[in-house]
């Protein structure tokens, strides 16, 4: 699985959108940018996973970049319930694999 | 539907003590995974299951864990004996296919 990097920490107000860069520059053709976070005290959450074409759901939107190198992960308008450490994976197959999680990007969400 | 349930949700042994911990998946997930996260990292696998069957537990420290998936269903992890270095959350997740579900996390702490 390629190496991912996120920056360690990060701020956004209440209400604006969060945008949490990761850098995959090593990502192989087959594998899934995935998304998830985990809240304190809290086993991690799915949130988001895409191969090419940008997605979009409920919780969150995955802009991926043409080249797939790296990859930003939108929060279209944060709360302070989405502070919490958020991990950016890449994995070689769509299926059930294990996780290998980085150290991720703290997002701390203020009024 | 209900999520990954993990009992108990914290456990204060003594070194050298044994532990059991349980974990119920989601319905009708075939893949379950055992992590462990050490305070201030990211969770890193122990072991994964697909049905009762054990697909990955290369990270498992086998000399003194132990973990089973009996028909399939519920898991049970175990630690026989504890060290202090043991001291973590250990996390079970489950899987239909491409995302992975975890339950709140057993919080052991080994003194």
């Known amino acids: 699985d390629a190496k991912t990097t996120q920056p360690p920490s990060m701020d956004c107000a209440e209400g604006r959108a969060a945008n949490l860069p990761c850098n995959h520059s090593?990502?192989?053709?087959?594998?899934?940018v995935y998304w998830y976070r985990q809240i304190h005290s809290q086993g991690p959450q799915y949130i988001i996973h895409?191969?090419?074409n940008n997605e979009t759901n409920e919780m969150a939107s995955l802009i991926i970049t043409e080249d797939r190198k790296s990859s930003t992960l939108i929060l279209p308008h944060a709360t302070l319930r989405d502070t919490a450490v958020y991990y950016c994976?890449?994995?070689?197959?769509?299926?059930?694999?294990?996780?290998?999680f980085g150290t991720g990007t703290r997002l701390q969400v203020t009024l | 539907e209900a999520g990954v349930a993990q009992s108990p949700r914290y456990k204060i042994i003594e070194k050298r003590q044994s532990v059991a911990f349980w974990c119920n998946p989601i319905?009708?997930?075939?893949?379950l995974y055992w992590y462990q996260q050490i305070l201030g990292q990211g969770p890193k696998l122990l072991i994964q299951?697909?049905?009762?069957?054990?697909?990955?537990d290369s990270q498992l420290p086998k000399d003194r864990f132990s973990a089973e998936r009996l028909k399939g269903v519920d898991s049970t992890l175990k630690i026989q004996p504890a060290k202090l270095e043991d001291s973590a959350v250990y996390l079970c997740?489950?899987?239909?296919?491409?995302?992975?579900?975890f339950g709140p996390g057993t919080r052991l702490t080994v003194t």
């Open positions: 997740a489950s899987s239909p296919k491409y995302e992975q579900y």
């Open positions: 090593t990502i192989s053709g087959n594998e899934y």
């Open positions: 895409g191969l090419k």
């Open positions: 994976i890449a994995l070689l197959t769509g299926t059930a694999s294990k996780l290998t």
């Open positions: 319905s009708g997930h075939a893949t």
């Open positions: 299951f697909q049905n009762n069957g054990v697909v990955d």
